[in-house]
């Protein structure tokens, strides 16, 4: 299933339990999520764009909700209208990919997303703070993580 990105953060925000994670940290694990679901099912993970920024792949609508923290540590879930409960298959990619990458801080995840030939890369050369095609994402998460 698609969800709002607001719905998967707030996945992720519930694993952490008593080790908050930061505004950087949660956008870089969502988007990482959305990766490995579009590469590992086909499907995206959340409705929203991904688009281009400077310090990486960023999901406006999150950034918003997540704006109020600058770059400290998101301690409490965001509020949203009634959240999803979320399938299996999701559950399991988020909880991988917390698993595997919450040891990063948000400047490294950033610089995971920054390297030549990412999809943000690829995107930033081209349409500074445009959107990230899925097909982009989808193509570089099954080529070089599976």
Not at 11 to 20: Q, R, T, V
Not at 97 to 120: A, C, E, F, I
């Amino acid at each position: 299933m698609v969800y709002p990105v607001i719905t998967i953060a707030n996945k992720f925000i519930d694993l952490a339990k008593n080790e908050p994670l930061t505004n950087m940290q949660l956008q870089k694990m969502v988007y990482i999520a959305h990766g490995f679901s579009l590469a590992l099912r086909d499907t995206k993970l959340y409705y929203e764009y991904t688009r281009a920024w400077n310090f990486g792949p960023v999901v406006p609508e999150l950034y918003e909700k997540l704006r109020e923290h600058d770059s400290n540590q998101v301690k409490n879930k965001i509020s949203s209208s009634p959240e999803e409960e979320i399938d299996k298959d999701s559950s399991e990619i988020i909880e991988e990919v917390y698993k595997n990458y919450k040891q990063y801080s948000g400047p490294q995840l950033s610089g995971l997303t920054h390297q030549k030939n990412t999809p943000w890369s690829k995107t930033w050369e081209s349409n500074k703070y445009g959107v990230i095609p899925a097909d982009d994402i989808y193509k570089f998460y099954k080529d070089n993580h599976l």
